[in-house]
């Protein structure tokens, strides 16, 4: 359960009555969650902004709103204002924000998955891509599949073999190939037409 402390629910208040406009609320969503790089966004909110599917925590005087698909790794996040001799700062503390290695003993798959997201997918995403984790066969073999920027990406065979394939034998050694499942023609807004460019992951 997600919480807000008395003091960020005054200092929220303040701010929603400085802007003057009715059914204003605050909107609460996870930027790459499951990475070392998970950040949360707050932002003010009008009712016509909202998907529809977020779920709302009703606070003194206005409402918070949190993104659906960030709720898994909001759970137990802690909301508070701490006032300093300069002013105050706004805190967020999310224990599952950034997600946690696999367990001692997890299978190949999972150790993929983590290291797909914790590594591999913040560094496409900066070219619209990600890259999702299809199967691992019994001896070895990785399937991935690719998607936004890099589906139909005329770099993606060079992001997979110097990137994705290196960084994921470097740390797993156990896996034997990584192979792309995905049907490149349907690709409808790759990040390189042509096989001009440079490797999405580094």
Partial sequence: MLTLSDRAQAHFRRLIEQQGIAGLGVRMQALQPGTPKADCRLEFCEPADLAGDEWPLGCDGFTLYVDAASLPYLDGAHIDYETNPTGGQLTVRAPKLRGSPPAEGANLAERVRYLLD??????IAAHGGRVSLEEVSADGVVVLRF?????????????LR????????????????????????GGRNPYYRGRQGASAVR
């Fill in 118 to 123: 914790s590594e591999i997918n913040p560094q």
């Fill in 147 to 159: 998607g936004g920027g890099c589906h139909g990406c005329g770099m993606v065979d060079v992001t």
């Fill in 162 to 185: 110097q990137g994705i394939e290196r960084t994921l034998r470097a740390k797993l050694p156990e896996i034997t190939a990584v192979r792309d499942a995905t049907d490149h023609s």
